[in-house]
């Protein structure tokens, strides 16, 4: 809901709106947990947008078009779970591809339901909950596909997976 909402609501909004709006609802969630009023921590829900002064053109793909491009992997092949899987975290969470690629499965806290961005450029990692519908697209392809390779990372190419292959 939260993630919905920010998409809605930051689309028209200038850089300086939206920089204050993410600021202060990390601030009123964070308050909410401290004070016992939530029991989850709803301030890591909201992620880090890194807007820069001079975005004006848009890099993103409309939701219609992020749904047409979820439903294109078939999910009945070890390739299609895997690309399924790696576009819904894509889609879901604004992640780029090498943070997505890059996923090892220790970032991956199924206890407390959180997912851990490494930090690519920002310094700092980005812990973000661990959506259901992504946990369950995880789910289904490290059961079904990726087994118990001992690589550590996340996501493996079909081709070699069980041979050392990333």
């Known amino acids: ?21 993410l600021t202060m609802l990390r601030v009123f969630f964070k308050f909410l947990y401290l004070k016992g009023h939530s029991k989850r921590r709803l301030d890591l829900a909201v992620t880090n947008l890194t807007i820069y002064k001079r975005a004006a053109l848009p890099s993103y793909l409309t939701p219609d078009e992020i749904e047409r491009l979820l439903q294109a992997p078939d999910q009945h092949t070890e390739s299609g779970r895997r690309d399924y899987a790696m576009l819904l975290l894509m889609a879901r969470y604004g992640t780029r591809l090498l943070s997505t690629k890059w996923l090892k499965l220790k970032d991956i806290d199924w206890d407390k339901k959180t997912i851990t961005f490494p930090a690519l450029k920002s310094g700092k990692d980005v812990i973000v909950p661990l959506l259901p519908e992504v946990a369950r697209a995880l789910l289904n392809y490290i059961k079904k596909d990726r087994g118990t390779n001992e690589l550590p990372e996340l996501f493996l190419t079909v081709r070699h997976r069980g041979t050392g292959g990333k």
């Open 1 to 21: 809901h939260i993630q919905k909402y920010l998409a809605t609501t930051l689309k028209t909004k200038s850089r300086a709106e939206k920089k204050n709006i």
